[in-house]
């Protein structure tokens, strides 16, 4: 018999067993109605309330973040951040539409370029797909839109967020993919980021950055 | 299966109590963890409930586990990953290194994982000419020490920074030898640099998953450094180290019981980044490995389940039942002898390697209680531990003496009056001998407490004494 067969056949025998056909039904039922469990309220609120505790969690864990109106600011953001942060004005994208319409020839010199990440790039930008308030972090998925090396090999990580995407809790990120991909469908991979990359592995001294990057900046579009 | 020394547990008891390196790391770091988690649980005040419902997930798990074992896998497949039964360590083993040869790997990087210790991959893969480089500080430090993790999620907690700068210095050949190490910024700099190649050079990432989810076939790890995400989207192939236990079925109950991993390891809210798997590169990927493996492991496990020992599948690795633990903060990990160190190593050790290689860890306990009132996932390990040395007893594993001392004192605790009797006499005697003091330097037959401390010795009066005089 396979390693396979052999481990189930000892998980059937152990475990207490109702009717079969009761057992399979709940799981099914569990997996497809995906009940939420308890949400702490910490993140419920208006959007105000969410960009409050979004910047309170993420200024936290050393991140930064700021708040503008106009999506086409964006740009000209980008360029104040990379210069004042003594980094080249160069920044890589992916091809994320939203970021692809943007009027970067507001940012100035800014030099734009596309893909995925390489290990000279300093600087990246990103389209988040959702940040939740709870906890200051920002969720984002994979694919070429937003390349998953993007979110780790630069040393500063800049992120778009639009207030309609900043929610209360995990679970309404959730419910946002599900509509996207459909039901149990996952992309390669989803990556929750709550602040640049740190280590207290050495005497439990918190230093920043460890592996990933130094800096995460979220631009919060209203 | 890893090199063991859980028989020797008194031996690395006494060693560890008188290294002062190890004395100094674990004073001085040890309770920042409680405070960290005491903070953390304090501005949440839902936390305790969430407690509740992560507990009744995985019990709810076990209780179908073969059902959500076969859903996952069927998951993971439909989303073109593959899915490998393991046994044993050695079938385990086994199928990573297919999987690396197939690749033509000459070096692989990996993520933290207590599965890759529990197998003792690295050695493994050296022997087959593959590098293994772990990537998460702690891991890379004790790597290049040929150590083992004394900490499930702060794997070199045991060392002091200078200990960390002389590694360096006697590895990191290439750098200048007269560079500045002496803070801990530069030694996790320079270990940024060094690894940076590795991961941009490895043929295969390795890492472990904190959950497997049924409903989507996903893997997730939860990291603060960012090595884990490096280590599985830089390479072609990524491959999961997991068990059987790791399962929860659907999105929503990993992130509930997401909410208290963090907490109660490292007390931060949610940990920096928690990244959630499936299978490999998608069509128009333009990163990402192109094949995503899972080894599924055993190891014992099913012999758990049934049992009074159920509960412990229940564990989530976050640690917080060492950092609250006062005999592990005073032995550090590597006492324990074996992967899985502190109270839930305690009960996990002797039900994967059993009883009689493991005897000792049931004892290693005050029986304080304050693992089971850190416990996340509200698992009774006092109650195991006592279940461990009921077993030890039925087997006979106890040296005689000590099987005499309890026949001695079950003898006299079924007879009350002599029990007083000799007590009354015991505490007045003890008393006497301690006078002025308070305290035994030398007790006759008990060396093994006083060669460490004191005996604070009887006030002169038994328990029975003193309740019977203060009774109202």
Partial sequence: ?222 | MTEMSTTAFKDNVTRALADDKLQFAMTETGPRFIAKRTKAREALPEFDQLRDQARDIKDHVLDHLDIYLETYEAKVKEAGGHVHWAETPDEARAAVLEICRKANAKMVTKGKSMISEEIDLNKHLEENGITPVETDLGEYIIQLRNERPSHIIAPAVHLTRDQVEADFRRVHTHLDPKRDLTEIPALVEEARAVLRQKYLNADVGITGANFLIAETGTSIIVTNEGNGDLTQSLPKVHIVLASIEKLVPTLEDATTILRVLARSATGQDFSNYTTFSTGGRRPGDPDGPVEYHVILLDNGRTSVLGTEFQDMLRCIRCGACLNHCPVYNAVGGHAYGWVYPGPIGSVVTPALVGIENARHLPNASTFCGRCEEVCPMRIPIPKMLRHWREKEFERHLQPTSQRWGLGLWAFMAKRPRLYRKATAIAARVLSNQAVGKGRLKKVPLASGWTAFRDLPAPQGKTFHQLWKERRP
Avoid: C
């Avoid at chain 1, 600087?123 to 984002?140: D, Y």
């Avoid at chain 1, 998925?141 to 800049?158: K, M, Q, R, V, Y």
């Avoid at chain 1, 599900?178 to 990359?197: F, K």
């Fill in chain 1, 1 to 222: 018999m396979s390693a396979r067969e052999m481990i189930l056949g000892r998980v059937r025998a152990r475990i207490p067993r109702g009717p079969e056909g009761a057992r399979r039904e709940a799981v099914e039922r569990r997996l497809a109605e995906h009940p939420r469990n308890l949400i702490p309220q910490r993140g419920q609120g208006d959007i105000e309330h969410r960009i409050r505790v979004f910047t309170e969690m993420m200024l936290a864990v050393g991140g930064t973040v700021e708040v503008i109106d106009d999506i086409n600011e964006v740009p000209h953001h980008v360029a104040v951040y990379l210069r004042d942060g003594n980094l080249p004005a160069r920044v890589r994208r992916g091809a994320d539409p939203l970021l692809a319409r943007l009027p970067w020839h507001r940012g100035g010199t800014l030099e734009v370029v596309e893909g995925p990440a390489v290990d000279e790039d300093r600087a990246s930008v990103t389209h988040a797909f959702a940040g939740i308030a709870e906890s200051g972090t920002i969720v984002q998925i994979s694919g070429a839109d937003n390349p998953t090396t993007l979110n780790f090999l630069p040393e500063a990580h800049i992120v778009v967020l639009e207030s309609a995407a900043l929610f209360a809790s995990y679970e309404e990120a959730w419910t946002k993919l599900r509509s996207l991909m459909g039901e149990g469908i996952m992309p390669r991979t989803v990556n929750m980021i709550s602040g640049p990359s740190r280590t207290a592995d050495i005497e439990q001294t918190i230093v920043r950055p460890a592996h990933g990057p130094k800096n995460m900046h979220v631009i919060i579009v209203r």
